[in-house]
């Protein structure tokens, strides 16, 4: 039987360990550390709701929503408190990585392009995105975490699984923050209300949401939107979530809960009604056909 705190290794190598909490008895006010080795990159997904993180070498407090994550780099070991008031388990997954497996990986001396990619990770430059806000994960993240979760693999196999899993997470923040280089004023544009709802369908994203992201009212973003698209922000959300979920229906390898959640519905009543509405058939009735 596991304990009321159960931490996970889901993986260790000489250069990679990956690990999973899991407050299995919530309480009103869980409590979980995190270690970083010395000179060690480390990825924190938050994975539940409103995680207050409180950092010992910096004695500075973060609040973290779900679904968020950051990436840090540690010069020297360090601990750092994680708590929660909220109802919700108290749930995250750690991936820390030795500053010798990325330099290699990423060898700054090959280009320009590497050295200042390596230079913004030890400087952490890789911890907000959007006007000091740490970035959500994308539905792609999502996927690879869950993806490494649920692993049964074991030996070599596992481990060239998840070197490929967490050199593709790797990419996908390099790209994401990337895209911050984009000037302020072009961030403010229709396109990037788009990608925004693209990467984040899975979860309830909300307009006010969108509009402090990027720095403009809520009425403007509906406005942009429509205007470009011809449909209007909430109507497109709806759209992005339907045709996802109609593929993972369809392909049977996912339980229609576990759907509904996938595509941002907290309560699969809504789901199933939504799915209805769009398409004339229940997903039940779609997947048995």
């Given at each position: 039987m596991k304990n009321q705190y159960d931490k996970d290794t889901l993986f260790r190598s000489e250069d990679i360990s990956i690990i999973l909490q899991e407050n299995l008895l919530p309480e009103e006010d869980s409590k979980a550390y995190i270690a970083e080795d010395r000179t060690s990159f480390n990825i924190l997904f938050l994975l539940s709701h409103d995680i207050h993180l409180v950092a010992k070498d910096c004695d500075t407090e973060f609040i973290f929503k779900k679904n968020q994550y950051i990436l840090h780099y540690s010069s020297e070991g360090n601990t750092a408190e994680l708590r929660t008031k909220s109802r919700d388990a108290l749930q995250y997954l750690q991936i820390r990585i030795t500053y010798q497996y990325i330099y290699s990986l990423i060898n700054p001396g090959l280009s320009h392009e590497s050295?200042?990619?390596?230079?913004?990770?030890?400087?952490?430059?890789?911890?907000?995105?959007?006007?000091?806000?740490?970035?959500?994960?994308?539905?792609?993240?999502?996927?690879?975490?869950?993806?490494?979760?649920?692993?049964?693999?074991?030996?070599?196999?596992?481990?060239?699984?998840?070197?490929?899993?967490?050199?593709?997470?790797?990419?996908?923040?390099?790209?994401?923050?990337?895209?911050?280089?984009?000037?302020?004023?072009?961030?403010k544009t229709s396109s990037a209300i788009k990608?925004?709802?693209?990467?984040?369908?899975?979860?309830?994203?909300?307009?006010?949401?969108?509009?402090?992201?990027?720095?403009?009212?809520?009425?403007?973003?509906?406005?942009?939107?429509?205007?470009?698209?011809?449909?209007?922000?909430?109507?497109?959300?709806?759209?992005?979530?339907?045709?996802?979920?109609?593929?993972?229906?369809?392909?049977?390898?996912?339980?229609?809960?576990?759907?509904?959640?996938?595509?941002?519905?907290?309560?699969?009543?809504?789901?199933?009604?939504?799915?209805?509405?769009?398409f004339g058939v229940s997903p039940e009735q779609l997947r048995n056909r």
């Open positions: 050295k200042e990619i390596l230079e913004n990770m030890v400087r952490n430059n890789f911890i907000f995105l959007h006007r000091e806000a740490p970035p959500y994960m994308t539905a792609e993240m999502h996927l690879i975490v869950k993806e490494i979760i649920n692993s049964s693999k074991k030996g070599l196999l596992q481990r060239l699984f998840i070197e490929a899993k967490v050199i593709k997470l790797i990419i996908l923040i390099i790209e994401q923050f990337n895209e911050k280089k984009i000037p302020e004023i072009s961030s990608k925004i709802v693209d990467e984040n369908y899975h979860r309830n994203i909300r307009i006010e949401e969108i509009a402090q992201i990027i720095g403009i009212n809520p009425n403007k973003v509906r406005k942009e939107f429509k205007s470009r698209y011809k449909i209007t922000l909430s109507d497109y959300i709806s759209e992005v979530r339907m045709l996802k979920a109609k593929k993972l229906v369809v392909n049977k390898n996912m339980m229609i809960k576990e759907i509904a959640i996938e595509c941002g519905y907290e309560y699969v009543q809504n789901f199933t009604r939504a799915f209805k509405k769009k």
